[in-house]
Every structure is written in C-alpha cells, then in structure tokens.
C-alpha cells in the first residue's frame, strides 16, 4: 500500500493544517485517495463546552480546506470542491478533487503565500486606523467566498455587540467547567504541537478595554498594558445557516484573514458571545437582518508574533488506496 504523499499534496496539506480554530485544537483530519482530499471533522478535538455543537470546529475545518484549496492552484492544479457533498455523514465537510493544468491569479498566489505568516495577535494594538481601501479589499474577500464582512464601527450594533462580548466573558470567567477546559487547552510549551502555548497570550489590559479580551490568554508574567478602547470589530456573516453555511464561513473567515495577513493588518477572534447560551442568541438577532453570523474578529495594527506550532500533517492524515 501507497503510504506516501505527492510533493504537492503534502505541502497542501502542510498549508491547511495552519488554519486557525479554537484554543488550536486542530479538530481536522485529511484522507488522501489519489487525486481526491477529503476533510472530516475530528469530534475528538470538538471542545465539549465552548463548542458543543461542534459550529467553531467546522468553521475551523472550512479556513483549512482554504488554505488548501489556495495552496494547490498556486501548484498549477485545478481543485473542485464539494462542501458536505454525502448528506448521511455528517462529518465528511468537504471533498477536493485535483486535477492538472490549472494556475492562480496573482491574488490567489498572494494569499497563498500568507499562509504561513498569518496568526492570532493576542496583543494590544495601535491607534493607527484600518483605511477604507483595506476595508474594501476585506470585503471583497470574503464575497469571493459567498461570505460577507460587515464593520461595526459607526453602527448601532457596536455598542449592543461589545455588551454581549463583556457579559459572555463574565460569564465563562465564573463558570468552573468552561475554565477547567480552557485551562487543559492553555498555558502550554512553545514546543507543544497543539493548545495555546504561554509565549502566545498577551498581557492584561492596564484599562478595562470595551472589549473583553479572554482572561485565559492573558500572560501573568508579563506586565499590564493599554489595549486599545475602540477596537476595529468586523462580523463574518453568511446568506444560509446549517453545517454547509459554517465550512462554507469557514473559507470566507480565513480569505479575509489571509488578506488582512497580506495588507499588514493583525487579527484575533472575539468568540466569547458564540460560546456562551445567555448571549449566543442575542447575538444572532441583532445580525438577522443582515445574514447569518459565524465570527467575530478584531482587526488593526500591530507588532508581529511568533505563530504557534501545529500537528504534523502524517498524524492528521490518512492514506488510501483508488478503488480499482
């Protein structure tokens, strides 16, 4: 049995396992059949309280079947994906079928390229103001994805969406079972290969800002700063909801990420109110007549950090053989 992986198709995968996902569970894993990866939602890695529903997981498996799908044209293959494309299994996300003679357009290739440098930038960010042209590039990144992005800043949404992240993080700050997950997800080594690791956190915030930050990725040992009072917030939001809608969010989530990683910006997830019952479906109302909501991101300017580490692609991946 063929137990190796083309070049390429290795370093697809290598790309798409450094999606982003909550608390870096990595809840992914990849079969490879000749042509054809397949994606498929690891419940094993599904945080059983923040995530129960598995949604953040999927939007997670959706950014690395992006990763991927960037990653393979910019190889010189043509990819056509499937999202969901066997209704009985529920966990098969997403099918990629490759073939050759295809090539990326210069944006593709630039989002490919970020890849590798995009990470969550727990940190304070600068002042510095987000122009309209970046905004416009976000935008139009996710609509290639079938996404919306929609800034809440200047919205009446701003302030009613910062009170629902404030109340969602008191609420997992006082609730033993959602800190006891945290903490077995947090705090690791550098080296360790999943989790947050400690060199990953950002410092309290000197200043209570208006966003809550989470209290289980701040670092004790480093000394308290100004965070930002007014950070940029944006929705990723879809037309559709289901399990389809949140892998299909999923690639919209991570092109916007990928650009904002390309045009210079810093990212990070407020997920808090996504979390939590007593906030989620506020949360949903308040977008509903705008689409479906699937993630919050903060965005600005701010100094580089060091991305973290991911399983290797052999421990997430299995290798099968064509029917014949």
Sequence with gaps: MNTSLAPAVERALAAAVRAPSPQNTQPWRFVVTGSRIETWLDRGR?????????????????????????????????????????????????????????????????????????????????????????????????????????FLDGTGRYPRVTALIRQAEHEQRTDPEFRAEAAYWTGRRSDSPDGVPTTAFGPAAKVPPVVSLRSSHQNPAVPPRPFEQDPLLAAVLTDDRGTAADVRAGLALQRVL????????????????????ATRGPLLELFGGLGHVHALLRLGYAYSVRTTRRRPVAEVTDIREPAR
């Design 46 to 150: 599904v945080l059983a309280i923040a995530d129960a529903a598995g949604r953040e997981a999927r939007l997670s498996c959706g950014a690395a079947v992006c990763n991927l799908l960037l990653t393979v044209r910019a190889e010189g293959f043509r990819a056509h994906l499937r999202i969901r494309p066997v209704a009985a299994e529920h966990d098969l996300l997403a099918v990629v079928d490759l073939e050759r003679g295809g090539s990326a357009s210069a944006a593709e290739r630039r989002l490919a390229e970020a890849v590798f440098h995009r990470h969550t930038n727990r940190r304070p960010f600068s002042d510095r103001r987000v122009s309209a042209a970046v905004r416009s590039h976000l935008v139009a990144a996710a609509w290639t994805e079938r996404g919306r992005l929609e």
């Design 258 to 277: 990928l650009a904002a990683t390309a045009d210079g910006l810093a990212t990070s997830f407020v997920s808090q109110p996504f979390e939590t019952a």
